[in-house]
T-cell receptor, first 115, second 113 residues
Framework: DVKVTQSSRYLVKRTGEKVFLECVQD?????MFWYRQDPGLGLRLIYF???????EKGDIPEGYSVSREKKERFSLILESASTNQTSMYLC??????????????FGAGTRLSVL | DQQVKQNSPSLSVQEGRISILNCDYT??????FLWYKKYPAEGPTFLIS?????DKNEDGRFTVFLNKSAKHLSLHIVPSQPGDSAVYFC????????????FGKGITLSVRP
């Protein structure tokens, strides 16, 4: 079974803090993704990475950065947390290529509250 | 511009009946479609998918239908069970787009006992 592990299920941080969300996958997937989920807005892509040290902006990258130093690990960084970044953060991974290889497997999510 | 649309935010059905969840898309280049199920406080789990070369795919109680001319797909759940109550996301991809998925906003399905 594919396993995508997010380091924390719940986090509470203060405005202005630097926040690290970690994600690890064990399926040797080339691609990794960070989304946030908010009520009524669905899943919105923040950043994704298709190879080590490679990254591309998604739909809502502002206020976020990412790091992928190893194939299995993808980190999301909130440089200076703000209250509007309170959300559910979801990490996913997949193989490269079309069709069934595009199936993304998700972690359990991190519920981040910024006070 | 929302390329994958789930126009109904919620659906309520009686246990044992059929649930039909709809999804529309605008990009005719999409060649693979997926449905995910999400419970509160959990990550989405892959449910079923279909290639654009097919018009139907079935897996147990779940069937996905694709109508390419209408740019429409639907997920049928028969019979519906209370454990099916969740948010369902439709997603689409196209080969060569770095495996990105374009998600709809989701439909909340409630199955009444």
């Amino acid at each position: 079974d594919v396993k995508v592990t997010q380091s924390s299920r719940y986090l509470v941080k203060r405005t202005g803090e630097k926040v690290f969300l970690e994600c690890v996958q064990d399926m040797d997937h080339e691609n990794m993704f960070w989304y946030r989920q908010d009520p009524g807005l669905g899943l919105r892509l923040i950043y994704f990475s298709y190879d080590v040290k490679m990254k591309e902006k998604g739909d809502i990258p502002e206020g976020y950065s990412v790091s992928r130093e190893k194939k299995e690990r993808f980190s999301l960084i909130l440089e200076s947390a703000s209250t509007n970044q309170t959300s559910m953060y979801l990490c996913a991974s997949s193989f490269s290529g079309g069709g069934p290889k595009n199936i993304q497997y998700f972690g359990a999510g991190t519920r981040l509250s910024v006070l | 511009d929302q390329q994958v649309k789930q126009n109904s935010p919620s659906l309520s059905v009686q246990e044992g009946r059929i649930s039909i969840l709809n999804c529309d898309y605008t990009n005719s280049m999409f060649d693979y479609f997926l449905w995910y199920k999400k419970y509160p406080a959990e990550g989405p789990t892959f449910l079923i998918s279909i290639s654009s070369i097919k018009d139907k795919n079935e897996d147990g109680r779940f069937t996905v239908f694709l109508n390419k001319s209408a740019k429409h797909l639907s997920l049928h759940i028969v019979p519906s069970q209370p454990g099916d109550s969740a948010v369902y996301f439709c997603a689409a991809s196209l080969t060569g787009a770095n495996s990105k998925l374009t998600f709809g906003k989701g439909i909340t399905l409630s199955v009444r006992p």
